[in-house]
């Protein structure tokens, strides 16, 4: 194609878009509105998934977890190995953790429940049981009768319709565990927590050394010693670290305790795929018929070009031409709104059962949804307009 060719087709394209303002903006509304629709959806369901990673990484597992050897109950010298584990360069906190079970009374309710025994003050550094007490205050090393209980267990914190058996308690009241080897105890209810994730706050929580109150004399022993990192993705090095350290307990990365968790975002995910697939779709379509549409009205110039010796390769790519910027301009406009959304999202978040959510959108979600819209807004555009060049020019003029 000649460059006075080329020079046609721009002039064409330029004509037509600035004559016909209104199908223009309607087209550009279109493409930003589909968008939007694609890449908000997906980045609220991105967010919702990070945050359940998060509580997760929060409540139960750290970024790295220290676990007893197979066919092992518990990690040994626990004491001296978060000590040494605190001393690794960049280490954010490892605390120690012992897990047992109890059924808890209070009055006449009777629930069976797990009870994790930790260190108040190294937990602060590997969760936010201390930062999520809703009632009451959080556990300090000096208690050895109290115990703070997770709002899944109090009546007072249900849902509406949730008939799930839990105790009519507060602040203040006194809650009876009694353990698998006989012992019992009563503890008074110190606060009560919510991290607003319900495989957390289904916890009663108490100290360390009550472990050794009830099982035993042995207080150098742990079932579990969560690491907390600066942030994620700096797990292999930092397992390296563990290691050189001489420890052959297992060292477990995050994403290898996410269980049911993995299982629920990995639903998530799909159902982003299908809704995003469908958008994409829906999209096409209506960007196929809008242009459908306004290349069939300007048959007659169309027709009229042809008739005065304009190509017919000329005609299709100025008619491409608009396609393409019907869709970057479209494009564009749907950028800057995500944008301006996410910046608002992060100073007032979406408010959900599980917490506060900050819709997340990956670089590669943006290039990915952005080059397929204006792919997809120029193949709609040039099926209609190739039909309309390949027309007679009597039929195109006259509407034969």
Do not use: C
Request: charged share 20%; no cysteine; glycine share 8%.
């Amino acid at each position: 194609m000649e460059s006075n060719d080329l020079k046609v087709m721009f002039f064409l394209a330029y004509k037509n878009l600035t004559k016909s303002k209104v199908t223009f903006m309607v087209i550009v509304a279109v493409m930003a509105m589909s968008f939007l629709s694609i890449t908000f959806f997906a980045s609220i369901i991105d967010g919702l998934g990070y945050e359940f990673e998060e509580g997760m990484i929060r409540g139960q597992t750290g970024h790295l977890m220290i676990e007893p050897q197979e066919n092992e109950l518990f990690i040994s010298d626990s004491a001296d190995l978060v000590k040494d584990v605190r001393r690794i360069l960049g280490v954010v906190g490892a605390a120690r953790r012992l897990d047992a079970s109890a059924v808890a009374r209070y009055k006449n309710i009777e629930i069976g429940n797990p009870v994790l025994f930790i260190e108040p003050e190294n937990e602060k550094d590997v969760s936010d049981y201390w930062n999520s007490v809703i009632a009451g205050e959080y556990l300090s090393e000096k208690d050895t009768d109290e115990l703070i209980i997770g709002a899944n267990l109090v009546e007072s914190y249900a849902q509406e319709g949730d008939t799930q058996k839990r105790f009519d308690v507060d602040v203040g009241d006194r809650i009876t565990l009694g353990f698998s080897n006989g012992f019992t105890k009563e503890y008074r209810v110190k606060g009560i927590y919510k991290t607003g994730s319900r495989l957390v706050d289904d916890k009663i929580i108490v100290n360390f050394d009550q472990y050794q109150l009830i099982f035993g004399p042995d207080d150098d022993i742990a079932s579990s010693i969560l690491i907390a990192l600066p942030q994620r993705g700096m797990e292999d090095s930092y397992k390296e670290q563990i290691i050189d350290l001489g420890v052959s307990e297992q060292i477990n990365e995050w994403q290898t305790k996410m269980g049911a968790v993995n299982q629920f975002v990995g639903s998530l995910q799909i159902t982003n795929q299908i809704t995003g697939t469908i958008g994409l779709l829906t999209a096409f379509a209506t960007i196929y018929i809008i242009i459908f549409i306004n290349v069939t009205n300007k048959r007659k110039q169309i027709g009229i070009l042809k008739a005065v010796g304009i190509k017919k390769q000329i005609i299709l790519g100025s008619y491409v031409l608009q396609s393409l910027a019907y869709g970057v301009t479209g494009v564009v406009i749907g950028n800057i709104v995500m944008k301006l959304l996410l910046v608002l999202l992060s100073m007032r978040p979406l408010n959900m059962p599980i917490g506060p959510v900050i819709p997340i959108l990956t670089t590669e979600r943006l290039m990915t949804t952005s080059a397929t819209l204006i792919l997809a807004s120029v193949v709609a555009g040039f099926f209609p307009s190739r039909k309309a060049a390949d027309e007679n020019i009597l039929d195109a003029i006259f509407g034969g």
